[in-house]
């Protein structure tokens, strides 16, 4: 999809899309003020959030889009109601849009731009990759009109950001999107040194016996009964040269495909455990927009990809496993393999990669769903200035976050019996203990832990999101490496 400015002339455009306050009609173009007067009067659109109203002139489609009260709009809305402009065009055949700017004055001009081309890109997002039988998908030519030519540089601006952060996103949800039988630890490992030569960042892999020479004994344990072999996928961006000594680290849960192993999942539950490499695709994507916008920040991303399988060598309930910290750990579900995986790698990133805060997203429990639903990611934290950062930056990318307490008491859940630790805290507060579990790795750095279970998949199309993968964290990541890095 190519976004684009005064590309083309309203007229010439097979579709235009016109935004609709509820109280005014100050976004209609020239030409559409007078129609949309008549639809308003005969009640054929009011200008409601999420309505659309499409008409035909003699030349083209006219799309219409309810933004609801000019006084309550944000972000969110606008890339809801782009994404529902871009589908009905879609439904249309049209492939070419003149998309009329939405001018308000009440939100920042630049959060209008960006929401407006997100939307669009998210809500043609489609993954088909896998149909023999595609339906026409051509690329559409979209022209986002109505900018005063004293914009123009600025908008530009806003319109490349905001495709890097599209692109970012779509990388993770095709990510998620990929079938386990095709998107392995090694094919995972692929993507990543593809997506670093490509957006500029440097990607080291490590193989099995690399893995095993740094005693990586947790996250060796998980991997050990499938016949994919694990990778350690060391991503490395330094773009602020001046300041090494200020790393910031994430790390994503790369569980290729968790089938719960000897604790095996039911199969209504197995069947989207492709997608617990969710945390993973966030990292990588994240990684890609913060490098191809050059970010004045130093970054490294780590991922222990592995898949959670059952043979006669796999890890079993009951077990009791190493970790590269040292510490022991008691294995009493091996459905609980992300936080083993994570412990290693967080515990890598702060030892040998110096990172000096360090964020983890993953899949991580079915209780975050059960605690938070599917908007909003659940966070544990050692440290609320950090997270107050992360709450700057979900501000920014309206991708929801909520802090979940850490209290000792927690903490205690995970004590073993006759190891330093146990995998699971019991049945209660499964998404804290899971967190803090992780905690015990990050050697006292600031860490934040995004539990994204619920966040990093739907169900169903739903906004801009189309079923499957997300992408989500992968917005939010990059506002706030973008808000913490020099100017
Ligand atoms: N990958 C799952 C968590 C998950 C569940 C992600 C549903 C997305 C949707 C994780 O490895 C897991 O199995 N967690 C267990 C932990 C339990 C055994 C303590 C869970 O949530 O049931
Ligand atoms: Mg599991
Ligand atoms: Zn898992």
Not at 190 to 202: H, R, S, T
Not at 317 to 333: C, F, Q, R
Not at 406 to 412: G, H, L, P, S, T
């Amino acid at each position: 999809m190519n976004i684009d400015l005064n590309n083309i002339k309203p007229q010439d455009a097979e579709a235009v899309i016109v935004p609709v306050l509820l109280d005014s009609d100050k976004l209609a173009t020239k030409d559409t003020a007078e129609l949309l007067n008549r639809l308003k009067t005969k009640g054929k659109i009011k200008g409601e959030h999420g309505e659309v109203f499409s008409t035909m002139t003699a030349s083209q489609d006219i799309i219409f889009i309810g933004l609801g009260k000019e006084e309550l709009l944000n972000g969110e809305k606008v890339r809801i109601a782009s994404a529902k402009a871009v589908k009905k065009a879609r439904e249309l055949k049209a492939k070419s849009l003149y998309v009329q700017l939405i001018n308000s004055d009440k939100l920042c001009y630049g959060t209008i731009v960006k929401a407006m081309v997100e939307g669009l890109r998210f809500g043609d997002y489609k993954f088909d990759r896998y149909k023999t039988d595609k339906k026409e998908h051509t690329d559409l030519d979209i022209c986002l009109g109505g900018v005063s030519e004293d914009k123009l540089k600025e908008t530009e601006e806003y319109i490349k950001e905001a495709n890097n952060i599209s692109n970012a996103t779509i990388i993770a949800r095709n990510l998620v999107n990929e079938p386990s039988n095709v998107l392995y630890p090694e094919t995972l490992a692929e993507e990543a040194l593809e997506y670093g030569k490509q957006f500029g960042f440097d990607v080291e892999v490590f193989d099995e016996l690399q893995i095993d020479e740094l005693k990586m004994d947790a996250f060796l344990s998980v991997a050990e009964g499938s016949n994919k072999a694990p990778r350690l996928i060391v991503m490395r961006y330094f773009g602020n040269e001046d300041n090494k000594s200020e790393i910031l680290g994430l790390v994503g849960k790369g569980l290729t495909y968790d089938s719960g192993g000897y604790s095996i999942k039911p199969t209504d539950g197995m069947v989207t455990m492709k997608s617990d490499m969710g945390g993973a695709a966030a990292v990588i994507g994240a990684m890609s927009a913060i490098a191809n916008q050059k970010l004045k920040i130093n970054v490294v991303a780590v991922v222990a990809a592995c898949e959670n399988m059952i043979s006669g060598g796999a890890y079993k309930p009951g077990d009791i496993i190493g970790s590269m910290a040292g510490k022991t750990i008691e294995v009493l579900n091996t459905d609980a393999e992300g936080r083993l995986t994570l412990a290693d790698a967080v515990y890598y990133i702060v030892e040998k990669e110096k990172a000096s805060r360090v964020i983890d997203l993953a899949t991580l429990t079915g209780a975050a769903l059960i605690a938070l639903g599917t908007t909003t990611t659940a966070v544990v934290t050692n440290d609320d200035a950090f997270y107050k950062e992360l709450e700057a930056a979900s501000a920014k990318s309206d991708e929801k976050v909520w802090q979940l307490p850490a209290f000792e008491d927690y903490k205690k859940m995970l004590k073993s019996d006759i190891a330093d630790l146990k995998n699971i805290g019991g049945r209660h507060a499964g998404t804290i203990t899971a967190g803090l579990f992780i905690g015990e790795f990050v050697q006292s750095k600031p860490w934040l832990h995004l539990d994204i279970a619920g966040t990093a998949w739907t169900d169903a199309d739903k906004d801009y999101f189309s079923k499957g993968g997300t992408g989500a964290g992968v917005r939010t990541l990059y506002y706030l490496a973008k808000n913490t890095a020099k100017k």
